[in-house]
């Protein structure tokens, strides 16, 4: 029997959460909220009811972020000062993109999307590059390429939103109407996802697996940009001009993000498996870590993914007259919904692990990708705005 | 035993055993997997189209057999439906299961758990403490419930348990989740069209495929007012009203009456630049005899006006019977004047001209056109004004579309007039470019084509031709062969364009001397037509004595090229749009939806049990706290339902607060 003094400290603070914060937590929500207030009295005259309370609505859900999470502060500060620069740069004038050296190189919208670009798939080969090499220099390295990449991503959304108006104010709307814009949003949300992962297990070598399905969507904005010029902003049909795209679309993207960040722990899973003393297994976090992750992914991307469907039964309901009419879109969007309830329901009830399910998830990932491109490609239905 | 009794038991095991299948998790997922897989189905096979489409896709014998599969209607097919009612079924009888264990475990904090039980657990500790035993027990529920647990307190012989929970909501998300299932397919259900397929079984309800006015659809195909829900549409044009929608049903339709008149006093739509719609809405009124006085309101997309009930969307544009003014232009023989049409768009109209009787079917109008150019790299949008698309019947029912452009369209600096022609709708339109003449008009074109059809006009250049140009007699053999076929090519590509001339040459030469044979037809034709040009320039008072000029020779090659294109053409007249008064239609979409509101409740019950069920986390705790030899022994052992790595820090943390506040000096035993 052995006596020891107890050694663990008290550090569970019990104070309410509200009173845990600190002064930079409050400076932090002063910010936004000011942030907030100003541009709904700038821009008040372009919004109804619904978007002033989509608006403040989105600011509570970014002070909430920022406590929960910190790095999101700078995130926002960066993209939120760059953005403002892209919009004083421009002062109303959509002609100073090409004459203006920062907008033209910098931070107009398909100059920063052209960043992103870059941006990402460098760290994509700095991720893998520190995978084999075991540097973490370069594994930090990538890790602020990522950060850079959102960055530029989220000011290109910003600022593309600031540029449709300038075409003239029946054409504003928010950058995520079309496929060329939600790919971009689809890219700097599965890397924040990652990030939050990243930062939580302190594991950097889940970039190398994640990033490259980045790059890949990276690859097809290029293409289509250049291929297809899909870069220009087009203005809106009727059926899309509703304040239900402000929620809809972003919070499918947070569930298509989470989905694929869930194939890719599904690809680390397998090939870490195969091998249990390789590269992969002294760099990885342990197989149970993996499926952990792997859950937590699907858990949120289903979460979201609800509400994304839900929300868009109920635009429909309004645009098109009724909730459900088994479109195309729709029905993928159940497909998807039915494939990860089965996942989950394999996982918690039936207690299924590792290997099977890290297969489903990677089939997963190609159901969600049919959804959401697949669809748009090869069948025609209501949701054919969408179109390549 | 008695024999009743047997089989009552045997009836309650079998009654068991179904419900353990129903219930069961293999099922379940089965279910999700076959629904999603026929779904699929769905999606790549298009749904509800004319039953026409499928035959040419997939032939009778397949369309026999997909149609008797109900695959072109497959979210309303028995099996499809059979499957949603086993997955309803299915949740059910897990919601039924499971929800009295799980507002059991929800509720009781278990305080009666033997010491044995605990020690069996995972997370455990054990500490000893020099406080009283009631006290401490006090203090450290205390403690759990600053941490957020709800505590019971309970003091037993010999002991003081102390049984904490937190997070019980996240069950509460299980049967939040799957009885949301339910409540959406309730919803659904109210919403769907079973009734109605079960009245057209009964043979109550005939589904009309014909093509009827409103005021010809036969009962047996039209809905009362006391159909409760149902989604369909109707075109009303400016000025019009209606009391009725079109339910669209597999091949055909069926007609529902509305306890109110809807009227359509204007319709406005804007544009874009690029001609795509910007916004449209309609100023609608409602003319409802219970109510008496008529209720105005503007809807749009986006925006319904919820009557009663009855919700109105704006869901499309047409044209809702333009008046148009036509000029028609007889192509055989043109006379200098043409003949006037008033015709009226979605209507037809009986023609006589000389290849026999026709009818035109006004089929749309716009009232622009606007096409993307490429001009100096840039994208810029061009208006080319009013078209109007109709069909020519023929005598035997064939008929072609044609799709006529008001304005002269500029092709390399030179005017034309457009005329798109294809036999049908799968076709691209192909276009017949008419060349206009120096007054900007197509009369010089009739009259040269009424000369080259002219037998006697061709006849005397041909005769004029081989006088001069050959030096023949009349009386000469080769005189003879040499103007008749010089007049049968002229009237074969005059009446049947360049192909024919092709035809005659496979027909008549052998292969490698074809090209060769054909060029020297066209030249023929070429000669012919010349000599008429200059004949009719000259009849129009052009001085041609120093030959024509440049634009007088780009005019001929255009016109022949016209010619050559005619025969395909194939329409006895020109149809040129002189003047329109637009008239437009709104599509509505008119729907009663009762089941709506269930749906968004099963929606949000939906939601709120999957973030329940994730995000919140169902964990109990117990500290048994005994006195034993004049000190505490506290007995800390805690369980999180559905345990994962996360509550370990949670737990190592809650051990370190309390033992720090029993104020522990001795660990582990």
Known sequence: MSVTTETLSHEFDTTPFLRRLSVLDWLWALLVVAGTVAAHRLYSEWMDGYEVGILYGSAAALVWLGWGWKPMRGFSVAVALLSLAAIGLYGGELARGESNFFLKFLISSQSAIMWMSALYVMATVTYIFALIAGSGFSGKVASAMTWSASVMGSVGLMVRWRESYLMGADIGHIPVSNLYEVFILFAVMTALLYLTYERRYNNRAIGAFVLTVISAAVGFILWYAFEREAHHIQPLVPALQSYWMKIHVPANFVGYGAFALAAMLGVAYLLMERRPDGLLARRLPTLEVLDDIMYKAIALGFAFFTVATVLGAMWAAEAWGGYWSWDPKETWALIVWLNYAAWLHLRLTKGWRGKPLAWWAIVGLFVTLFAFVGVNMFLSGLHSYGSL | ?669
């Open chain 2, 1 to 669: 035993m008695s024999q009743t009794e047997k089989t009552g038991r045997r009836q309650r095991r079998s009654g068991a055993v179904l419900l353990e299948f129903l219930g069961s998790m293999n099922l379940a997922i089965t279910l999700l997997v076959a629904i999603a897989i026929a779904s699929v189905v769905g999606t790549v096979l298009q749904q509800n189209e004319p039953y026409n489409n499928y035959i040419m896709k997939f032939g009778p014998f397949w369309f026999e057999v997909f149609k008797s599969l109900g695959l072109f209607d497959i979210y309303a097919a028995p099996w499809f439906l059979l499957l949603l009612g086993f997955l309803l079924i299915s949740t059910s009888v897990c919601v039924y299961r499971n929800t009295p264990a799980i507002i059991r475990d929800m509720r009781h904090f278990r305080l009666g758990v033997q010491e044995k039980s605990l020690r069996a657990f995972h997370h455990r500790d054990e500490w000893r403490s020099p406080d009283p035993a009631a006290p401490l027990a006090d203090t450290l529920a205390k403690r759990l419930r600053r941490h957020g647990y709800r505590v019971r307190h309970r003091q037993f012989e010999g002991y003081q348990m102390v049984a904490a929970m937190r997070g019980g909501t996240s069950r509460l998300g299980y049967i939040l989740s799957h009885l949301s299932i339910v409540v959406i397919c309730i919803g659904g259900l109210l919403d769907g069209n079973l009734p109605l397929r079960l009245a057209e079984w009964r043979g109550e309800l005939k589904v009309e495929t014909r093509d009827l006015a409103v005021s010809q659809i036969p009962p047996e195909s039209t809905l009362g007012t006391d159909n409760s829900s149902f989604r369909g549409s109707v075109t009303i044009p400016e000025g019009s009203r209606a009391d009725f929608v079109f339910l669209g049903m597999r091949d055909g339709y069926l007609l529902q009456k509305l306890p109110f008149t809807v009227a359509l006093e204007a319709f406005r739509i804007e544009h874009y630049p690029s001609g795509m719609p910007k916004s449209f809405e309609s100023d609608l009124v409602i003319i409802d005899e219970a109510r008496g006085e008529p209720l105005r309101k503007t809807i749009a997309v986006n925006h319904p006006w919820v009557y009663k009930g009855y919700a109105i969307y704006q869901s499309s544009f047409s044209d809702g019977g333009s008046r148009l003014q036509l000029q028609a232009w007889p192509l055989d023989r043109p006379a200098t004047e043409p003949l006037r049409i008033d015709a009226v768009v979605n209507e037809s109209s009986r023609l006589s001209t000389p290849r026999g009787e026709y009818g035109l079917e006004i089929i749309d109008f716009k009232p622009f056109n606007v096409f993307p150019v490429e001009e100096a790299g840039s994208k810029k949008f061009n208006n080319y004004g009013p078209s109007v698309v109709f069909k020519l019947r023929a005598a035997n029912g064939e008929a072609r579309e044609y799709v006529n452009y008001q304005m002269p369209l500029m092709v390399e600096g030179r005017p034309f007039l457009l005329s798109g022609m294809r036999a049908t709708p799968a076709e691209e339109y192909r276009y017949l470019h008419i060349p206009l003449d120096s007054d900007g008009g197509i009369k010089r074109f009739l009259r040269f084509l009424a000369l080259a059809q002219e037998k006697g006009r061709i006849s005397q250049v041909a005769h004029q031709q081989a006088l001069n140009e050959l030096g023949l007699t009349e009386a000469d053999p080769l005189y003879r062969d040499f103007t008749s076929s010089m007049s049968s090519l002229v009237g074969l590509f005059v009446e049947h364009g360049i192909d024919a001339l092709v035809e005659l040459a496979e027909k008549n030469v052998p292969e490698e001397k074809r090209n060769e044979a054909l060029s020297s037809y066209i030249k023929v034709v070429q000669g012919v037509l010349g000599t008429l040009y200059v004949e009719l320039l000259r009849e129009e008072g052009v001085d041609v004595a120093a030959g024509i000029d440049e634009q007088q020779a780009l005019y001929f090659d255009e016109v022949l090229n016209a010619f050559s294109l005619l025969g395909p053409y194939g329409s006895p007249l020109l149809l040129r749009l002189q003047q329109y008064e637009h008239v437009e239609a709104s599509g509505l979409q008119i729907t009663r939806a009762p089941g709506q509101n269930i749906v968004y409740l099963g929606c949000v019950m939906l939601m709120a049990g999957v973030f329940f069920m994730f995000y919140l986390h169902h964990r109990r705790l117990w500290l048994r706290i005994e006195e034993r030899e004049g000190q505490t022994h506290i007995l800390f052992a805690a369980a999180a339902h559905r345990e994962r790595g996360d509550f370990d820090s949670e737990f190592a943390r809650l051990r370190g607060d309390l033992r720090h506040s029993s104020s522990a000096v001795l660990s582990r035993i």
